[in-house]
């Protein structure tokens, strides 16, 4: 199956891009966790209520997860 993952809608996937930036962006010795990845969005005036579902969906999608507090986003190979 090429991509099994549930589609997300477009302010989800801009909010995955903002994040994919952001995660990418943290030193190596930072662990970005769900309530940074929030503030994040939050700083790019996204509503903290939508930034919160944002995060919520995307992981349930699979599009986030995390591991030990830490977000992270998986390879889109």
Known sequence: MENSRTPINSS???ALDHLNQYLN???DDESPTRADAVAH???????????QAHV???LLKGYLYEVEDEMRIPSRS
Do not use: I
């Open 12 to 14: 989800e996937e801009a």
């Open 25 to 27: 962006a943290a030193e």
């Open 41 to 51: 969005l939050v700083a790019q005036d996204v509503e903290r209520a939508d930034a």
């Open 56 to 58: 919520e969906q995307l």
